[in-house]
């Protein structure tokens, strides 16, 4: 696969870099360049532990307070002294400097100040008293506070879990390093391209943006490329290929409502569903991936309101289960993503190679689902299977491809009831199937297929969101209105492996019985108690954990969705050079 050019917004989108640069970013820059270029030029952020609590702990000097005299102005401290400085988050900008700073607290008198900058841990037992990052940062406040005019020779950085105040000259040395970490972040900005990882380095774990990174499995990645291997070898299943730098499960989850007649509400940290007076339960906000409503369910709009400020996104479902649509807060900063995604769609050649790779896996992985579920699959059937996968990946077009996947799909679909369970001796229920139908479904087994591809085809439209996609615009699946095409693509080699797996555990193991089906003309659908059911063994599914077929690391089917995506982005703007499809054995 050829792999593109960096993507990069043109200037005559409005791509120029900012006059002055943030105080933060050239601490972020020394840091860990890529993370730079995460948070500044692609507006990504992910918090942990570390940030909420730095958040927290610095609360109180993000409160703005105190007055900063005009520079040259000697103030009324009492009998011709002068005027005792003590301000709280102040924001200025040096256009001369390049540089732009919101200063936790300037101290000082007359025209002599000192920024003071806090930070949440202890002061660290180094000669220089403070880490480089955040020595630069205090020195481009300096450098700041000298363009407007001030006399500033020093700064403090006050370290809150010590309680340590470490006062950081402003020497020729640092004053040089400052300006030269500013270049190079502007540079770097410029530049359009995205630093590499760094390699096993130990600020990666502690970092918040980790999973957005990907440091171990991009380098992974990228390595194969260098070596000249167009596939990287399957990890086993005692075999950690990365690190998992990542935690292995969300600790956010979804809230479902579907009592028609229900209403979502905010209450203090929490959305609450009512139905009349009867409080039907909460989810506080913290704990919330995203809300979704089934049919006649209201939402307030303070909890809308909500949910936008934290980036929880509310989903809209038919009574039935189909996906309609979904309101969400402004879309994701990363404009140089989308412009890749962009130039893929319009390439057929690079359209067909994602479509195929994404083909191809499902083919395999319905390959597996049969092996692993049918007491006896048909050889023929499986050898075919395996047969159409190649192809998948061999085929000159898009009808081609089409083809491929359509006698695939009518092999696997035309033994899948043998993955059925048969009436258990002596029991009630039993399940037929005898070909895939929709629009509507016409039997339990088909209801079933189709409510779980509109819950995955929900859960990637809000994946694609989070990571900066154009959900609507696709490689495969054309564009169409009002159809999440991309996410479509993206769960099709997760078809076999959670909607067609759920579907199994739920007949196979009795949790769902024909009472939890109702008819209405031709068409079969959930009752809510069935979808109650359902969702519960959707939402375990999505827990479940997985060994990453390629790096070794167990995270549940949610994260892999996750990380499936973000290696998309990184294929799409050079940084690996094919996009990894996710094939389980």
């Not at 502007?186 to 096993?200: H, N």
Request: glycine share 8%.
């Amino acid at each position: 696969m050829t792999v593109p050019s960096p993507a990069r917004l043109p200037p005559e989108l409005g791509g120029d870099l900012p006059d002055c640069v943030p105080a933060r970013m050239v601490n972020e820059f020394a840091y860990c360049p890529r993370l730079a270029y995460l948070e500044w030029v692609q507006g990504d952020f992910e918090d942990n532990a570390d940030t909420a609590d730095g958040r927290y702990k610095h609360r109180v000097v993000d409160r703005e307070g105190g007055a900063l005299p005009s520079p040259g102005g000697k103030g009324d401290g009492g009998e011709g002294e002068p005027e005792s400085i003590h301000a709280r988050s102040v924001w200025l900008s040096a256009e001369e400097e390049g540089l732009t700073a919101r200063i936790d607290l300037i101290e000082g008198e007359g025209e002599m100040v000192t920024p003071v900058d806090y930070k949440r841990g202890a002061a660290p037992d180094l000669p220089e008293g403070a880490w480089e990052p955040d020595r630069v940062q205090l020195c481009a406040q300096g450098l700041v506070l000298r363009a407007n005019g001030y006399h500033c020779e020093r700064g403090v950085i006050y370290y809150i879990e010590s309680k340590t105040r470490v006062t950081v000259e402003f020497d020729e040395a640092l004053i040089a390093r400052t300006r030269e970490l500013a270049r190079g972040l502007r540079e770097m900005g410029a530049s359009g391209r995205i630093p590499p990882p760094l390699e096993d380095s130990p600020k990666c774990p502690r970092c918040s943006l980790v999973g957005i990174c990907l440091p171990d499995e991009t380098r992974l990645l990228a390595a194969a490329q260098a070596d000249g291997v167009s596939e990287t070898a399957p990890a086993s299943e005692e075999e950690d290929r990365v690190r998992r730098l990542m935690p292995a499960r969300d600790d956010a989850l979804p809230m479902y409502v579907q009592e028609q007649g229900a209403r979502v509400g905010k209450s203090g940290e929490s959305l609450e569903a009512w139905l009349k007076d009867k409080r039907l339960g909460e989810s506080r906000l913290f704990e919330t991936s995203q809300v979704a409503l089934f049919g006649s369910v209201q939402i307030s709009t303070q909890a809308l309101s909500e949910a936008m400020d934290r980036g929880i996104p509310v989903l809209f479902f038919s009574m039935g289960g189909w996906f309609k649509g979904l309101a969400h807060g402004m879309m994701h900063k990363n404009v140089e993503l989308r412009l890749a995604q962009y130039r893929a769609a319009l390439d057929p050649a690079q359209s067909l190679k994602f479509a195929a790779a994404w083909v191809a896996a499902k083919i395999r992985n319905c390959r597996t689902l049969l092996m692993r579920n049918h007491p006896d699959p048909p050889a023929e059937i499986v050898e075919s299977l395996n047969r159409l996968a190649r192809e998948a990946g061999r085929v000159e077009s898009q009808a081609s491809l089409l083809g491929v996947e359509a006698l695939a799909a009518k092999q696997y679909f035309s033994v899948f009831a043998g993955m059925l369970k048969r009436k258990p001796e002596g029991g009630e229920w039993r399940f037929d199937f005898n070909g895939r139908n929709r629009r509507p479904p016409r039997d339990p087994v088909n209801a079933l297929l189709s409510y779980g591809y509109a819950l995955l085809a929900k859960e990637l439209t809000v994946t694609a969101l989070a990571v900066g996609f154009d959900p609507f615009l696709g490689f495969y699946h054309q564009p169409r209105y009002g159809r999440p095409s991309l996410a479509l693509d993206l769960m099709e080699e997760f078809r076999p492996l959670i909607a067609d797996s759920v579907a199994l555990n739920v007949i196979n193991n009795g949790i769902l019985t024909p009472a939890d089906f109702i008819r209405r003309g031709p068409a079969c659908m959930l009752t809510p108690e069935g979808r109650k059911k359902y969702l519960r063994a959707y939402e375990a599914r999505l827990d479940a954990l997985i060994t990453h077929p390629i790096f070794g690391y167990r995270i549940s089917y949610r994260r892999v969705l996750e990380v499936q995506t973000r290696l998309l982005g990184r294929a799409l703007t050079g940084e690996i050079p094919e996009y990894p499809a996710f094939v389980t054995r």
